[in-house]
Structure formats: C-alpha cells, structure tokens
C-alpha cells in the first residue's frame, strides 16, 4: 500500500503528445504523477522513464481505454485501491479528426463524444468530493481553439471541445468559494504524432504561425493553472484568432474554415 500521506497528479492520455509533456512537467515540478493511457508498451516506456529519471518521486500507470464507459470508475477505483489521494486532475486524453460527417460511421463519433465529453466529467465528478477536504487542489481540462469556433469538417471534434470550454467555465464560478481551481487550456496546431505534422503541413502558412511544441504547451498551461486563471491559450497567434473570431461576420468564418479543414479530408 502506497503512504496515503502522499497526494498525486492524475493525467490522462499520458503517453503522447501534450498529455506526455504535462506529465514530464509535473514530475519536473516534483509531483507524484499517475499515468492513465491505452494499455500500450508507450504507457510502460514513459513511465519507467520517469521513474528513472525521478528516483525519489513515485510514479505509477494504469492501462485503460477510456472510451469505455466503466473506464472513469475503474480508475478512480484503482486510485482508492492504491491508496492514491489526487490533489491535481488533468484531463487531456480527446481524440480528434477532419473529415466530412458522413465519413465516419456512428460508432466513431460514439466513441469520440464518450472520450472527449463523457469520461472528463466522471472523472471530475469521481474525484472532486476528495479534492474539496485538501488544502490545495486543481482541475485541468484540455480545450482546444476549436472550443471557439464552429469548425465543418470538424464538427464533432469542435462541438465536444466547446462542450470543454463551457462545462470548465461553468463548474468554475460554482467552485468559486472552493479550494479547487479549475482552468480549461486551449492549444492551437500541437505537433504531437506523424499524422498531425501531416495536417498541419496541409494547412499551410497559417497553422505555421499558431504551431508549438507540446513541452511549450504543457509549460504554459501549468502556470496560468497554478496562478489560477480560468483559460489558458498558449501563444500570441492564437489569442489573435480568437480576437478576429469576434470581429469577421460569420458567413465569412465558416468559408474559411471551411476551406481549411476540407483539406485536412481523409
């Protein structure tokens, strides 16, 4: 049985791409961190790699397909099992895609709306009775720019991801008088895997201009959380596209993006 005296950082998704940096950057920061992700032999490697790497902070993971819908329960149940106390829920593991709707079958968007909507607020909800007796304790939930926009050719993948933002914003001012913070981060282009680096390249000059690195997003994200502000938008292109998404009429928006994304059409 682990010191119950200890408390942890939870990441989902933890074994690529942002939700990878964000638990590198926790341990950077001298945090216990849990790592949930597919039951895959990444989830092993970053783990042992932090174990390594931060002999004295304790590490531990658990395979889970959280597009099952026992998944939010088996994991906390396997955190009160361990004797894990999570005083820092992240919830990064969403599955995007570009495509027109009828591309995709149901069961897809199924599974999509059950990862990116679903399994975050069971998890907020599992955990958060716990967090509100700590002194201290935080909620991350990963947006997306997409958040903001009404995107075609990504139309569920934006819709889950404004879902985000407004479940975060919400949950928030109820948690005002709370010890719990809440911030909803917002990344624009990530270079997180092979595929998305293709995307990216399809979109042109203007997805160069908002791209970072997931250590980038990660390193900015803890900081707006831990200083407490509700939103975190990395990089100065992205918060200039969310201005001039209050400025350019709609009509207009929807051509644009339009014609960006058909080209991200599998």
């Known amino acids: 049985m682990t010191d119950q005296s200890k408390t942890y950082t939870l990441v989902t998704g933890a074994s690529n791409g942002i939700g990878k940096a964000l638990a590198e950057s926790c341990a950077e920061r001298g945090f216990n961190v849990l790592l949930v992700a597919l039951p895959e032999p990444k989830l092993d490697e970053v783990t042992a790699a932090l174990k390594a790497q931060y002999p004295n902070q304790s590490f531990d993971s658990l395979g889970s397909n959280m597009m099952d819908k026992e998944s939010p329960q ?15 829920l992240i919830n ?26 679903v399994a975050l607020v069971m998890l907020t909800h599992l955990f958060l009775p716990e967090m509100k007796t700590l002194p201290k304790a935080y909620i991350l ?38 010890n719990v913070g809440i911030t909803v981060l917002c990344p624009a282009a990530v ?32 900081g707006r959380m831990f200083r407490g502000k509700p939103v975190a938008i990395p990089g100065f292109m992205p ?20 014609n960006a994304f058909i080209k991200q059409s599998r």
């Open 74 to 88: 088996n994991i906390y149940d396997w955190c009160q099992t361990n004797g894990y106390q999570v005083d820092i």
């Open 141 to 178: 939930n990963v947006g997306s720019m997409a958040s903001f926009f009404d995107i075609p050719y990504k139309g569920i993948y934006s819709a889950t991801k404004r879902f985000v933002y407004s479940f975060s914003r919400s949950l928030r001012k109820e948690l005002e008088a709370t």
């Open 239 to 258: 918060k200039a596209y969310k201005a001039l998404g209050r400025i350019i009429p709609y009509s207009t928006q929807m051509r644009m993006l339009a």
């Open 92 to 117: 990064n593991a969403g599955l995007g895609n570009s495509g027109p709707f009828l591309s995709r079958d149901s069961s897809f968007y199924f599974g999509q709306m059950q990862l990116n909507m």
């Open 191 to 222: 270079l997180t895997n092979p595929d998305v680096v293709q995307r990216d390249k399809e979109m042109g000059k203007a997805s160069k201009m908002t791209q970072q690195t997931p250590k980038e997003v990660a390193e900015y994200a803890l």
